[in-house]
């Protein structure tokens, strides 16, 4: 699976650039979102994404559902 997720990454590295750079211009805080997730076996590991939402979104009320037309999601997101 990683000689594969490697193998995708490459033609996708551009596209994930420009993303960052929009996310970036369009509004404050990082372009990737990190979080700690439980996968198999309850083991611990760290996920990346472009992030949607502003910058700290939860900060206030903790994780919620994303609601229609909520106010936290970015012009781009």
Known sequence: HRV?????????TPLI???MILIRATSRG???Y??????LE??????LKLRTMTH???????PVWTAIK????????
């Open 30 to 32: 990082p372009a990737i």
């Open 4 to 12: 594969s997720a490697l193998v995708l990454l490459v033609p996708a």
């Open 42 to 47: 309850g083991r611990h590991f760290q996920l």
């Open 34 to 39: 990190k979080q700690t997730r439980v996968g």
């Open 56 to 62: 700290d979104a939860e900060a206030e009320t903790g």
């Open 70 to 77: 909520d106010p936290r999601i970015t012009r781009l997101g």
């Open 17 to 19: 650039v420009v993303a």
